[in-house]
Every structure is written in structure tokens, then in C-alpha cells.
């Protein structure tokens, strides 16, 4: 069985960093592009970054780009996102996803929930 | 990037009745189209992608159409498992992005 599970979320003021952790289990972790999404209060869903299944490729859209930064060790089979100079709007929950091909996500962890505050 | 507007915002049905839920691009996005169903407190789940193919373990009820712009999923014969929020998201290529969701409620 596949499980994604984040972990590392919390209560973070403006301009401040954090580390996400995503741990993956039930497939071969190293065979798979992984992918940040996160979901707004509103709902709304936004990609947030995705990693190559070794690692050597990354991407970002506009919004997070400079201030994020998706990694992987595929020795642990773990997933992190690095978060830096946050801000209100980055409050949102984040999912771990597994990329099932062109940019699509097949599974989704439970999430972890950011909230960015003074 | 690419703009996804799904309509309706909100759908209210009983068991038992068919549903459609469209989609459409701000361009052409071909067939990479994906659905995802979300229930209350719950992460997204995969439904149908590349438009049409249903993801494993979906039931054969749901059903995805559509190229180029225009997209549709259809639920035949509503079960009350089926009840909560859809949203469709292209994956063209970056960024790939999401519809703002449908909320589907029992009537």
C-alpha cells in the first residue's frame, strides 16, 4: 500500500523558515517524481514544487520560486520541503504527492497544516 | 498559465441521479486533463487523467470526456460515497494548475 506522510508543519511568523518532511512507503520511491501541493484556506488547490525521480531536476511556479526549495533522499525514502521567507498567504495545507506521470498526482499524503502569522 | 474554470461551483443531487461536472481551459491543453475527488477532511484522490483514463480502483460509473479546451466528468447513478468536492487540474506542463473546485451535496 502506498502512504505518504507529512509531517513538520506549524505556527510560523512572517519572513520566517520551516522544513517539511514527507516519509514514503509501499513503492520504490526513487522511481517516482514527488511533488509539493498545497490547499488555501479557501480551498483552493495550488502545485507548489516537484522534484525528478533522482533529484536532479526541480520546479517551482512563480509564487514559491526563490523562497522554497523541494529536495529528496532516496536512501530514507523521504521527501522535504524547505520553506523560507514565508509569508500570510503561504498558510495553507500541504500535501506530499506522488507524480503518476506527466504532472499528475496519484497519490496524496494526509497533509500538514502551515500557518503563517504574527 | 493556464486557467482552469470548472462549473458549477456547487450541485445538488440525489442518489441514484447522473451528474456532469465540466471543465475548460484558458487554452489548448490537449488530453491532459486530470479529476480529483476530495471528501470532508480528507487529501484529493485521483479519479481520471490524460481526460479519460480512469485511475486503478475507480469505478466504472465515473467517466471523463473531452480535448483541446473543453472537459466534462460524468458520475452515473450517484452512491452516497460519491458526495463531496471534484476538481479538475491540466497537466500540460508547468505550472499545472486546478479548477476551483465543485461541491457536490446530497439534495
Known amino acids: 500500500e502506498v502512504m505518504l506522510v507529512e509531517s513538520g508543519g506549524g505556527l510560523v511568523k512572517p519572513g520566517g523558515s520551516l522544513k517539511l518532511s514527507c516519509a514514503a512507503s509501499?513503492?520504490?520511491?526513487?522511481?517516482?517524481?514527488m511533488s509539493w501541493v498545497r490547499q488555501t484556506p479557501e480551498k483552493r488547490l495550488e502545485w507548489v514544487a516537484t522534484i525528478s525521480s533522482g533529484g536532479s531536476y526541480t520546479y517551482y511556479p512563480d509564487s514559491v520560486k526563490g523562497r522554497f526549495t523541494i529536495s529528496r533522499d532516496n536512501a530514507k525514502n523521504t521527501l522535504y520541503l524547505q520553506m523560507s521567507s514565508l509569508r500570510s498567504e503561504d498558510t495553507a495545507m500541504y500535501y506530499c504527492?506522488?507524480?503518476?506521470?506527466?504532472?499528475?498526482?496519484?497519490?496524496w499524503g494526509q497533509g500538514t497544516t502551515l500557518t503563517v502569522s504574527s | 498559465d493556464i486557467q482552469m474554470t470548472q462549473s458549477p461551483a456547487s450541485l445538488s443531487a440525489s442518489v441514484g441521479e447522473t451528474v456532469t461536472i465540466t471543465c475548460r481551459a484558458s487554452e489548448n491543453i490537449y488530453s491532459y486533463l486530470a479529476w480529483y475527488q476530495q471528501k470532508q477532511g480528507k487529501s484529493p484522490q485521483l479519479l481520471v487523467y490524460?481526460?479519460?483514463t480512469l485511475a486503478e480502483g475507480v469505478p466504472s460509473r465515473f467517466s471523463g470526456s473531452g480535448s483541446g479546451t473543453q472537459f466534462s466528468l460524468k458520475i452515473n447513478s450517484l452512491q452516497p460515497e460519491d458526495f463531496g468536492s471534484y476538481y479538475c487540474q491540466h497537466h500540460y506542463g508547468t505550472p499545472p494548475t486546478f479548477g476551483g473546485g465543485t461541491k457536490l451535496e446530497i439534495k
Open positions: 504527492a506522488r507524480q503518476g506521470g506527466r504532472f499528475y498526482f496519484d497519490y
Open positions: 509501499g513503492f520504490t520511491f526513487s522511481s517516482y517524481a
Open positions: 490524460n481526460a479519460k
